[in-house]
């Protein structure tokens, strides 16, 4: 069954994306929030490593699922309520030595998991979603994705109490009300 809250704002968004001249494609819309300028991404270096910590609206999740242009509303609205419910971070850890990653690769996949948090207000979340690929030989980098529950925070910060990384806290800052996800153009 769905929301009614939920149905109100994807109404608002189509609405919005067929009134709206300046939408994008769906290809562009997930090149936006790559983009590093329009603070969806931050990286904090350690001494050892480089982590980059992205956060993923529902809409890109939406977009990298049919990894199409021609998404229809239907297709779009399913896809964003399924992903809704959960707040999505991608995490890239990197260093200048691939072989300081690769050693971590069993805490990476059992973990890992545990050290990480969400604060929202006074609430502190644990991560409820978390899939760590395989390491990358090619690049050097460990891709994880996190996800905690959605409770509609403005300030959220994600924390890594992860020793291995460092010797205290990482810790994410997000303030969602400057975070500007554009109009998607619907087929």
């Keep these: ?28 819309f997930k090149k ?9 991404s931050q990286t904090i270096k350690t001494e050892t490593f480089s982590i980059k910590c992205m956060y993923t609206p529902a809409a890109y999740l939406s977009v990298l699922a049919y990894r199409k242009d021609d998404i229809t509303q239907a297709e779009f ?3 964003e309520t399924d992903f ?18 690769s050693s971590l690769s069993e805490y990476f996949g059992f973990y890992m998991q545990e050290n ?17 690929e395989p390491f990358n030989a ?5 891709r994880i994705e996190i996800g905690f529950e959605r409770i509609g925070c403005a ?3 994600v ?5 291995p990384l460092a010797s205290s806290p990482i810790i994410f800052s997000f303030d969602k009300k400057t975070l500007t996800v554009p109009p998607i153009t619907l087929k």
Excluded: W
């Design 32 to 40: 936006y929030i790559e983009d590093e300028k329009n603070n969806f």
């Design 138 to 142: 090619i690049d050097g980098k460990q």
């Design 116 to 132: 990480i948090s969400k604060t929202c207000g006074q609430d502190t979340l644990p991560c409820i979603v978390y899939h760590a």
């Design 84 to 101: 809704g419910v959960f707040d999505m971070y991608k995490l890239e850890i990197s260093s200048p030595d691939a072989r300081d990653v």
């Design 159 to 163: 924390i890594l109490n992860a020793l």
């Design 1 to 28: 069954m769905i929301n009614p809250k939920q149905a109100l704002i994807s109404s608002f968004i189509i609405l919005f994306t067929v009134g709206c001249g300046s939408s994008l494609k769906p290809s562009e």
């Design 77 to 79: 609205e399913k896809s």
């Design 155 to 157: 300030q959220e910060d």
